[in-house]
């Protein structure tokens, strides 16, 4: 590993520990829900990972389609499996904070809906780019990834078109919303150290995909040279 | 489950993922190190 990149990892493991000890012992308990609120901390900034994750597969997507290059098709594969990593945090520990509150584990409600719609797009995004074979496959998966995109404003404007049983929002939630500024600060470090997360993470996945597209391409000359064992 | 055992839970289960997510990432790591030398070796 690069020192630059080591520098990079012990920052963001640094940056957990803190985040961690704001969100459970700094921040103040919640006077509705009590101390189940702090699941709030890990809850909203693995959403935040998982769309900007799913916003760089778009992007990555698109670049493919132009340019058909390698590289981005390679940021498309990365992003879209660390955001599904992320999504399934987010629809895990959703229950797990909603089974004490509303008294139930799910409801089809139109954010929890839209968020487990999502995550099944970008599940069967990774299916089709393990389990399909043929020169189109890249890019059948970079078309799917486009239209699997128009999901993300979807789940994210989706508790402010209706009224849902999950909570309205409370940062950029117009005028009767907003968190104690001690609860802002404890938030925005863990958005701070789970976007670091979602960044290693990423760079990680992103350096296997082009060993492994290297190795089989190496496999694919060696078989043309009838090399192959 | 009480609000307590829930929190708990919730930050055990998000620790759980990332961490085996890491060491998914690092076995496929190895497999394709292990590929790449093979291929040295045939070469």
Known sequence: MKPLNLLFVVITLGLLGFSTYQALFVAPTEQTMGEVQRIFYYHVPSAWVAGLCFFVNFLASVAYLVKRSSNADALAAASAEVGVVFCTIVLITGPIWGRPVWGIWWTWDARLTTTLVLWLIYVSYLILRRFASGSQTQTLAAVLAIFGFVDVPIVYMSIRWFRTQHPSPVIAGGANSGLDPIMLHAFFWNLLAFTCVGIILVMARYRLQKMENQVEAEHAELALQGGVR | ?43
């Open chain 2, 1 to 43: 489950m009480t609000g307590a055992v829930a929190l708990k839970a919730a930050y055990i289960v998000v620790w759980v993922i990332l961490l085996g997510y890491v060491a998914y990432l690092v076995g496929r790591y190895r497999r394709v190190h292990e590929e790449m030398k093979d291929l040295k070796r045939s070469s």
